[in-house]
């Protein structure tokens, strides 16, 4: 039975909504267009007049976890003071968007690379990972972190760590400040030089 009405007037954030709920549970290669139109109770047609396809929506779908993580990169205190703060800051923040955006950064975290969209995700993802590792770096150049943790290394462990929270989180269950402090201070009790 279709979750809406056929009188449900769908714009292309509401059928968004629905389009990544279906890839996150079938996966994106088993999903099928049949399955979208099921899912939002509306034509394949209708869909289309919204989008050109199934990959259109998975490209913004990824953009928008991708441009809520960069968007982070640009704030003030991702820009400004010592290294270390402006790393806290980041990990803090990808922490909040991660729980505010928790569908749309599952679904970016699992794209495989299979499709040209895909590939575009994780090259984004890269290039933010990136931009972390440097301000890593350069957190350790300052005398900020620890110097004997390799910030490559650094930075795929403490990312691990936060990626892990789509894994288990479910909206809730736990205050969202408590999970990105909870990370903070594992993170950074552990990496702040003594």
């Not at 714009?11 to 088993?30: C, I, K, M, Q, W």
């Not at 199934?54 to 993580?69: M, P, S, T």
């Amino acid at each position: 039975m279709a979750e809406n009405t056929p009188r449900t007037a769908y714009t292309v954030d509401t059928l968004l909504a629905v389009t990544v709920r279906v890839f996150n549970e079938r996966g994106y290669d088993g999903t099928s267009m049949e399955d979208l139109s099921r899912a939002a109770g509306i034509s394949k047609s209708s869909i289309y007049h919204h989008v050109r396809g199934k990959e259109e929506l998975l490209r913004l779908a990824v953009g928008r976890a991708l441009d809520a993580l960069f968007g982070i990169l640009e704030e003030p205190a991702a820009e400004t003071g010592p290294p270390v703060d402006r790393l806290e800051h980041v990990v803090r923040r990808t922490v909040e968007v991660l729980l505010s955006e928790l569908p749309y950064v599952t679904l970016l975290l699992r794209v495989r690379g299979n499709t040209a969209t895909e590939q575009w995700a994780l090259e984004r993802r890269r290039d933010f990972d990136h931009r972390v590792a440097e301000l890593l770096r350069a957190a350790v150049t300052a005398g900020e972190l620890r110097s004997d943790v390799e910030p490559r290394l650094a930075t795929r462990l403490l990312f691990g760590m936060i990626n892990s929270i789509v894994e288990w989180y479910r909206p809730g269950t736990r205050g969202a400040d408590g999970v990105a402090d909870a990370v903070a201070h594992i993170a950074f009790d552990g990496l702040r030089a003594r």
